[in-house]
């Protein structure tokens, strides 16, 4: 074995320990990332095969073409991101300070869904809101919905679906902020005479905020990217970008505007991210989400 | 106490357990669907209880190859990601380096990608360089995906960890090997463990990515979105309910042998016990 001084092996290994898992991300990460931004650019039919012609038309054109589906995408994952945080919210301040010693089972419980095969639950959720189901009968003796309305093929059950799907990524973070807050600092709150909702407002909120933010990005942006949800949902009338992506990539062959999509979405998720660490700091951003 | 706190604290309590139902909810149709005595295709209605699909859960050739498939990639994917992924993680943590910002940076990355880019960008590659889709470029696709979660679950354990105790191994004459081998290793083992089980997890269950880069291939969860236009046969109840008692069963050991591990560590140096639950809310968090 090549016998090296301590210095230069302590100098050598963090690059040994990184470098495979490194190189895995660059070519099937990062180098994807940057051929799709090439394809993006090209023109041609699948039958010919495409080549590359920096036809930049291929973006205003998906943007015009596309814009609703970018629309509800961005309307569905933000209305699921709020009544996630607003679902998740007392339910992980229940967790993390009155719970006692059913803290470790509510925890389990919230995990339990990623356990189960996420296309299963959805099905699963169809068959709640099913047409002939015990849940639409109900909403239509109450009359929440007409006697002959539905839920399902709704813009109601898509949104709950990804409601649904994405609350353990929402409860998760705010767990871990609300549960690292110091108590003491809200009895010194009360102590000098802040009342309980002032201390909560003042100093819980703040605190647990970095939860909300990271919780929020885990909703959001898989959320965005979705199209299970819409496809078994809802009708096309609730097709989201991921769904017209898949779509283009898989049945029509057409690479160059499906990856002209992607990019699309990906870059306007880049720059929320980006937006939020400048609002943020970058550290506590990187401590929040990393 | 007084009487305004226990309301709030009640009102909490149902709000978390309506919240808690409603995650549990489509858990518990899909466990009590396997038991449905459904004629026909359709397993949409409920009509009466049986053990049929329990009797033979692998009759459908299809289903138990689109199963099997699943866990070979999930195991293939969970040796890879974690080896690669641990490695990672002790750069990270244990060395100072040029670059590091940027590489911690480029490892968070491919978690705020969503799905299906990260799957159609992976098949334009395959395209691109005509590879031919399937068990493999599957497996290719898992670990890139996973690998950003296995690093930031060992992580954490590592960070939570007191660097005197490796120094100490080092000072009494331990090699670097030895005391990575007898004292890092066993230190970090939950929090490997529980990135293990969550990149099978999330290997097992993955449809979008898989959906782009499968070729013919089957996998579990594209046997179901397949199968949802003709009806779901109930066999895949009677599977998923399986896989959720085996994820339950290993949990359980887990806790078990933690619990057993950190009676023997109170004993010797007074630490507190850990649990997968919260290694795995931690994960999930900073995931």
């Known amino acids: 074995m090549l016998r090296l001084s301590l210095r230069t092996r302590r100098t050598l290994l963090p690059y040994l320990f990184l470098g495979p898992g490194l190189l895995w991300l660059i070519v099937f990460y990062a180098i994807p990332l940057i051929n799709q931004g090439g394809v993006s650019l090209m023109t041609g039919n699948p039958e010919q095969g495409y080549t590359l012609q920096w036809h930049f038309a291929t973006y205003t054109d998906a943007i015009s073409d ?24 007392p339910l992980a301040y229940f967790i993390a300070y009155k719970a006692g010693r059913w803290k470790n089972f509510m925890l389990l419980l919230v995990v339990l869904p990623f356990f189960t095969s996420y296309v299963l639950r959805t099905v699963a959720w169809q068959l709640i809101l099913n047409d002939n189901g015990w849940v639409v009968h109900r909403f239509q003796d109450v009359g929440l919905i007409s006697s002959n309305g539905r839920l399902l093929a709704s813009t109601k059950a898509v949104v709950a679906g ?71 949902l809802g009708t096309p009338k609730q097709y989201m970008i991921g769904n017209v992506i898949q779509s283009k990539f898989l049945n029509i062959l057409d690479y160059p ?18 937006i939020y660490a400048r609002l943020l700091g970058t550290k506590s951003l990187t401590e929040a989400a990393a | 106490m007084s009487s305004r706190d226990r309301v709030r604290t009640a009102l909490l309590g149902l709000w978390s357990g309506l919240a808690l139902l409603y995650l549990f909810i489509p858990i518990f149709i899909v466990v009590l669907y396997s038991f449905n005595d459904n004629k026909g295709r359709f397993n949409f209605t409920w009509q009466g209880f049986t053990f049929k699909h329990w009797a033979h859960p692998f009759a459908n050739s299809d ?18 990601a ?97 005391t990575f081998r007898k004292v ?16 099978a997890a999330i290997s097992v269950d993955d449809y979008v990515v898989t959906s782009f880069n499968a070729g013919s291939t089957q996998t579990f969860p594209l046997f179901i979105f397949g199968a949802t236009r003709q009806g779901v046969p109930a066999e895949v109840n009677v599977l998923a309910t399986l896989l959720l008692l085996v994820v339950l069963v290993l949990m359980a050991l887990n806790v078990v042998l933690q619990r057993a591990r950190a009676r023997r560590d109170v004993r010797a140096t007074g630490g507190a016990p850990d649990d997968i639950g919260l290694e795995l809310a931690e994960a999930g968090a900073r995931g």
């Open chain 1, 257 to 274: 505007t499906a990856a002209a999509l992607s990019f699309i979405l990906m870059t306007a998720i880049l720059i929320g991210i980006l």
């Open chain 2, 184 to 199: 890092t290793l066993p230190m970090i083992a939950p929090g490997v463990a529980s990135a293990a089980l969550l990149a």
């Open chain 2, 82 to 178: 974690v080896t690669l992924g641990t490695f990672m993680a002790l750069a990270l943590v244990r060395y100072g380096f040029r670059g590091k910002a940027v590489t911690d940076l480029f490892v968070f990355l491919p978690l705020a990608t969503p799905e299906v880019v990260l799957g159609a960008s992976l098949l334009g590659l395959f395209l691109t360089l005509h590879v031919g889709t399937g068990m493999i470029t599957i497996i290719i696709a898992h670990v890139m995906f996973t690998v950003s979660y296995v690093v930031v679950t060992v992580r954490a354990r590592l960070e939570g960890m007191d660097r005197h105790i490796e120094e100490a191994a080092m000072d009494l004459g331990a090699a670097e090997w030895t």
């Open chain 1, 66 to 89: 596309y814009g609703t589906q970018f629309g509800r995408s961005v309307l569905f994952a933000g209305s699921a991101t709020v009544l996630d945080l607003v679902i998740a919210f």
């Open chain 2, 63 to 80: 289903l138990s190859t689109a199963l099997q498939n699943s866990l070979v990639i999930a195991l293939a994917t969970t040796v890879i």
């Open chain 1, 162 to 232: 990804i409601t649904y799907n994405f609350l353990p990524f929402m409860v998760l973070p705010l767990y871990v902020s609300l549960e690292k807050i110091d108590r003491r600092l809200i009895e010194a709150a009360t102590d000098l005479y802040a009342s309980r909702a002032t201390a909560f407002r003042k100093v819980t909120l703040p605190l647990a905020l970095p939860g909300i933010f990271a919780g929020s990005l885990l909703t959001f942006i898989p959320a965005c990217g979705d199209f299970i949800n819409a496809a078994l």
